[in-house]
């Protein structure tokens, strides 16, 4: 499946990020609300595993109290550890070496839940 879409404009006048490509994947571990570890199936039996940052967001750090409500969250909108996923990656890595991406579980958009429920806020900067 690809996901590949042109940048759409937000009412600001910046270019909102869209993703490039979908994977199937799963989370391994959840660093805090905005960076988890995923391993990607890249297709013939080939998976990569990698840290990813959620796109378009920005959490509280975990080691707040609003950082571990919203870590919390995420975990329990995941489920169990490793939780099957879809995730659409925006290209190139960022400056931490980590992938951007948007993450769907169940068809859900983590990305916008994490906004809509108050535990991230929008963040269009370090694309």
Do not use: H
């Amino acid at each position: 499946m690809d996901a590949r879409a042109d940048a759409q404009s937000v009412p600001d006048g910046r270019t909102a990020v869209t993703p490039d490509y979908c994977y199937n994947a799963q989370v391994t571990r959840i660093i805090d609300a905005d960076t988890v570890e995923v391993r990607v199936d890249v297709g013939f039996r080939m998976w990569a595993e990698m840290p990813m940052r959620l796109a378009g967001i920005n959490a509280p750090e975990k080691y707040t109290d609003a950082g571990k409500v919203a870590t919390n969250a995420l975990t329990d909108q995941l489920g169990s550890i490793p939780s099957d996923v879809v995730v659409k990656t925006i290209k190139p890595v960022e400056k931490y070496g980590r992938y951007l991406g948007v993450l769907f579980k169940d068809e859900v958009n983590l990305n916008e839940w994490l906004i809509n429920f108050g535990y991230a806020v929008p963040y269009l900067e370090g694309k």
